[in-house]
């Protein structure tokens, strides 16, 4: 059967919620066309110079970063983060996965993750940032999601790429599904530890604790 959906306090999709929503609309949300993540052709929204992409091809990192810092040198520093599949759900287990699928919500995800980088450009001392994140069937020791940001100083480099993964990892829409040996299939939410490290920065999930920790 399917999971029940969950919503975050902002009304969207939560990232690796139990299931995206069916039977046409949940909360005013369409349920995802697969045939834009999962078709015969190459899914790319958003151009080679955009902030944000989603895409089913691979992603070449030196060629994303080296846009990124092009041309500014103010730039002194670029902190990057790389998300790959694993073979196991849970660290330290069995290996547990033979194939991974990615759904989105075309135009909300990416609306969602240009305003969080919008966020990090007003709370950071960053020049700018870019994400391209993978959706589609993805086999272990794939590529999924890329987060570069850049700015003068390292400090602020890498906060801002940690609160950009936090929101990708918690409240972006994407679902995800992992693949079993058995040939079984599951939804799979967001973690507890992800939840958790969310709120650092006032982004609150299911799983998260009910108050912000003390700094």
Known sequence: STAPHRRNKVTAPRSGCAAPPQGGTA???????????????????????????????????????????SGDARVG????????????SRSGGQADTTRMELEHYPGMTE????????????????LGARVVHR??????GEQIVLVVVASSHRGDAFAACE????YLKTQAPFWKKEHRP??????????????????????????????????
């Open 27 to 69: 909360g005013g949300l369409a349920e995802p066309d697969p045939r834009r993540s999962l078709g015969n052709t190459p899914l790319v929204v958003g151009t080679a110079g955009a902030r944000v992409r989603i895409q089913t091809e691979d992603f070449d990192v030196a060629r994303e970063v080296a846009a990124l810092r």
């Open 77 to 88: 520093a670029v902190a990057s983060f790389i998300g790959t599949v694993r073979d196991r």
């Open 111 to 126: 609306a969602s993750i240009e305003a969080m980088i919008d966020a990090a450009m007003q709370r950071f001392a960053i």
């Open 135 to 140: 959706v589609g069937p993805l086999d272990p």
């Open 163 to 166: 609160f950009l993964m936090d």
């Open 182 to 215: 058995d040939g079984s299939a599951e939804w799979v939410d967001a973690r507890v530890a992800d939840d958790a490290a969310a709120t650092r920065w006032g982004l609150t999930g299911a799983n998260a604790p009910a108050a912000l920790p003390a700094r």
